[in-house]
């Protein structure tokens, strides 16, 4: 009876903290959304416009050391819970005068904010999850991210029409509800006792390869994001109306990969020839939305690519969760995401200023190119990665 009640009060607080991370992360994908387009629509400049993810970026590297060393020696659901307050009082700098810098220092903040509480969210996981059920966590996870993220790029495109003095108020508010969400709940800590850093970069040393690619495709991605209004708006000549749906697609394509995968069409099980098929499909996709010349066409390209993300990361994320220990999962995922996000807010400061010299969907074009130069050192840097941990190697 005690196991059973056991399983409810986990499965309970895994929920409610999904959630709480959920409202957090929503909130920084509307602000994204609104000042992105708002920057483009006010200043017809897509290098303005591409400090907004480059900034976005920037804050995670900020934090991302010394936070990895607060979540593993901290109650996780405290972090989440401190990092929402803090989040509703930078949102509350917005009603002081708008101006580029305060909007990029706004920016800077949250988003730091925002990677704190997904960040602790993946450490509760490790803390309340069985390992057998690491696949479906990891799934709900990355389901439940999508579903925030539409909501704040279909709120983002409401406050667009609706200005600026309704998104003060439903940022200060999402942040509140977070807040309420993640009240504090005793979990099992973490044993830190004489384990350092240095444990965590044995582990980030097996799979150092594979990061390296990582950080190269994040790059590359994030070209979409510098682009995307300007693509919509200036190439397109459309309306913010399709500007949102082309950002929402990618979640979109999330969701219905969460769906194959929690009714079990597909394995979480990580294969090698798929991850690198997937990969070059990635180059693809990036290569067909900076030629396609229809909007209603862009969305359907960003829904696919979502789709294609979602298989990637359940399993390089569940084959995480089954190899790093409990007591250094913070520390790793803040050196991992150093790491695979690291080259994102370098390549979004570098496609901000190749716009100024190039047209830029050929810019964009070029990313993908890349992308499927990348994908056949996909391959040999899993088989590698897993029999430096002794798995058994699935093609």
Do not use: C
Not at 290 to 298: C, K
Not at 356 to 374: C, D, E, H, Q, T
Not at 381 to 386: C, F, R
């Amino acid at each position: 009876m005690s196991n059973h009640s056991d399983m409810i009060k986990s499965k309970a607080l895994f929920f409610r903290y999904l959630a709480a991370r959920n409202v957090a992360k929503g909130s920084t994908y509307l602000f994204y959304v609104f000042f992105i387009w708002e920057l483009v629509y006010r200043y017809h400049s897509v290098f303005l416009a591409g400090l907004i993810p480059a900034f976005s970026l920037l804050g995670y590297l900020v934090i991302v050391i010394p936070e990895g060393h607060l979540i593993d020696r901290r109650n996780r659901s405290a972090v989440l819970f401190i990092s929402s307050i803090l989040l509703a009082g930078t949102y509350g700098f917005l009603f002081l005068r708008s101006s580029i810098p305060l909007i990029l220092g706004v920016d800077l903040i949250a988003s730091l904010l925002g990677w704190v509480s997904s960040d602790s969210f993946q450490g509760i996981i490790k803390s309340i999850v069985r390992e057998e059920d690491y696949g479906l966590a990891v799934s709900l996870n990355q389901t439940g991210s999508a579903v925030s993220e539409i909501a704040g790029i279909l709120l983002g495109g409401a406050m667009i029409y609706l200005g600026i003095d309704f998104l003060r108020i439903v940022l200060i508010g999402m942040s509140a509800v977070s807040a309420f969400m993640a009240l504090p709940a005793q979990i099992q800590r973490a044993d830190v006792a004489g384990r350092h850093y240095i444990d965590a970069l044995s582990y980030i040393r097996k799979m150092l390869f594979l990061m390296v690619i990582s950080m190269l495709l994040n790059g590359l991605f994030i070209s979409l994001d510098v682009y995307g209004s300007g693509l919509i708006r200036l190439v397109l000549h459309s309306t913010a109306f399709y500007y949102t749906l082309f950002l929402a697609g990618f979640p979109v394509g999330i969701v219905i990969g969460g769906m194959l995968i929690s009714g079990r069409f597909v394995s979480t099980d990580l294969s090698l020839t798929l991850v690198t098929l997937e990969v070059t499909l990635i180059g693809i996709l990036i290569l067909a939305i900076s030629f396609v010349r229809t909007a209603w066409l862009e969305p359907l390209l960003t829904v696919l690519m979502g789709v294609d993300v979602m298989m990637i990361n359940v399993q390089l994320q569940s084959f995480t969760l089954k190899v790093v220990p409990n007591e250094l999962m913070g520390r790793y995922n803040s050196i991992s995401i150093l790491f695979s996000a690291g080259g994102s807010p370098v390549m979004a400061i570098i496609f901000s200023v190749l716009s100024r010299f190039f047209y830029f969907p050929y810019v964009m074009a070029g990313a993908g190119v890349l992308a499927i130069a990348i994908s056949p050192f996909t391959y040999p840097a899993l088989k590698s990665m897993m029999k430096k941990f002794q798995a058994p190697v699935s093609n």
